[in-house]
């Protein structure tokens, strides 16, 4: 099959690349759409130290169950999934401690397993035991589906951030991911969304973050509480 494989030269290429075969305890699964990822655009400009050549590249994506494994339970021929491509070993502390996001053995699909730039993708059985792949509704389709694990990103944000009815909500940058933030906070029931554009530092050292609208100064030193309540992360 053709697919998109990082290359021992650090590049990304169309390659021939053997058929996978289903996991006995994974599955099979046909891939109807995948998105490309900022990392992958990165990936593209720039070697990544993480991936070990050659490896097909390519997570966010949805797919048609072609075959289940022998010993795989809970899927049938037929379901379209989606699956959350950053699995955990569930052997660690922070995995014991429910906090999967901090495993420090964690193993990316498109890093540690092949990934869905390309016809087929064999989903592991570590992407079935933590509850990684997701069956999708008929209703859904192919080109919003894959969009579900970027998508899932932004509900847990605006989760810990506490959007709600009502309130203004301010997105810093405008990529594909502070898209989906605004749409988000439409349907989550927020009265105005602000989305701020590239960050310019003036000759004062304050960062002027622009938009059609509305110019906003953040001064330098924004409290660390203050950025939790934008983004709902710690971290600058």
């Known amino acids: 099959m053709r697919a998109v494989v990082y290359g021992n030269d650090h590049k990304l290429s169309i390659q021939e690349m053997p058929d996978p075969l289903c996991p006995r305890n994974g599955l099979l699964a046909k891939v109807h759409a995948c998105a490309i990822c900022g990392s992958d655009v990165k990936m593209f400009k ?77 989903i592991p059985w570590e992407g079935i035991r933590a ?38 909500v301010v997105i810093v940058g405008g990529g594909p991911l502070g898209a989906l933030n605004a749409e988000l906070a439409k349907a989550n029931g927020a009265t105005r969304v ?22 906003v100064t953040i001064p330098r030193g924004v409290r660390a509480g203050q950025h939790i309540r934008l983004t709902g992360q710690g971290a600058p």
């Open 131 to 168: 509850g990684n792949t997701v069956k999708v509704p008929s209703s859904l389709e192919d080109d919003g589906a894959c969009l579900a694990e970027p998508l899932s990103c932004a509900v847990n944000a605006q989760q810990l951030a506490g959007v709600r009815t009502g309130q203004t």
């Open 194 to 215: 602000i989305t701020l554009r590239t960050p310019e530092v003036d000759a004062s050292g304050r960062v002027s973050m622009r938009t059609h609208k509305l110019n």
């Open 46 to 122: 720039a070697p990544d130290p993480r991936v070990k050549p050659p490896q097909i590249v390519g997570h966010e994506f949805v797919g048609e169950i072609m075959e289940v494994g022998s010993d795989a339970r809970g899927f049938s021929v037929g379901d379209r999934v989606v699956m959350a491509t950053t699995l955990s070993c569930m052997a660690c502390p922070a995995c014991w401690a429910g906090k999967t996001n901090l495993c420090p053995n964690v193993m990316p699909v498109s890093r540690a397993f092949p990934g869905a730039f390309a016809p087929y993708i064999a």
